[in-house]
């Protein structure tokens, strides 16, 4: 099992929908998580931090379930510019264990 | 906000060379460096940490004596791929820390190898 699972996609999705996206992660011990994303042949960007509490950052909410050990990332009024890959990073120990990445598209 | 620099952006070798990569912090000291690659459509993988003026501590799998790394400075981390191979042909991207734990990790913008 990987330490960090993500739906590879890709997520086809029209202009100004609503996506959304789950990441669980096997180490209940994993003290922090983030959002990351990556455009083709470019290094991660932080997108968010992920707490239990949920946070929000414009048109983007992250929501993080410790009992069930999955992480989610809405995204609302989704632009053509959020086509991406959108990878789930956990911290472990002081290091960050990734996921292999959802793809997402928008489409016009 | 905290910028890195690779250099090259992308390489393109022959089987058995040796190539150089650089990794610099451009506007603050790193204590930690850190080397990863990423295949296509997977995940990224951690190399080895390094430290400064300390030997990298190298992930499991992970041959030290392929991949070589410096880190001399708190501004300059360099990975070596020795007598690389068409199976090293990856995305090579660094990070830079400040401090400790749980401290955010800046990324360079990666370099693209490919080995002939």
């Known amino acids: 099992r990987k330490e960090v699972e993500q739906d590879p996609g890709p997520f086809n999705v029209p202009e100004g929908a609503t996506v959304a996206f789950n990441c669980t992660y096997s180490n209940s011990a994993s003290q922090s998580f983030f959002w990351y994303r990556q455009d083709c042949r470019k290094e991660p960007k932080l997108l968010m931090s992920?707490?239990?509490?949920?946070n929000e950052d414009g048109r983007f909410t992250a929501q993080l379930n410790r009992a069930s050990q999955y992480i989610s990332l809405l995204i609302r009024d989704s632009k053509l510019s959020d086509s991406a890959t959108y990878l789930c990073?956990?911290?472990?120990?002081?290091?960050?264990?990734w996921g292999a990445g959802t793809k997402l598209i928008i489409k016009p | 906000g905290a910028v890195v620099s690779q250099h090259p952006s992308w390489v393109i070798c022959k089987s058995g060379t040796s190539v150089k990569i650089e990794c610099r912090s451009l506007d603050f000291q790193a204590t930690t460096m850190f080397w990863y690659r990423q295949f296509p459509k997977q995940s990224l993988m951690l190399m080895a940490t390094s430290n400064e003026g300390s030997k990298a501590t190298y992930e499991q799998g992970v041959e030290k004596d392929k991949f070589l790394i410096n880190h001399a400075s708190l501004t300059l981390s360099t990975l070596t791929v020795t007598s690389a191979h068409p199976e090293d042909s990856s995305f090579y991207i660094c990070?830079?820390?400040?401090?400790?734990?749980?401290?955010?990790?800046?990324f360079g913008p990666g370099t693209r190898l490919t080995v002939l």
């Open positions: 990073v956990v911290n472990l120990n002081y290091q960050l264990i």
């Open positions: 992920v707490y239990s509490s949920g």
């Open positions: 990070s830079a820390r400040v401090g400790t734990g749980n401290n955010e990790q800046f």
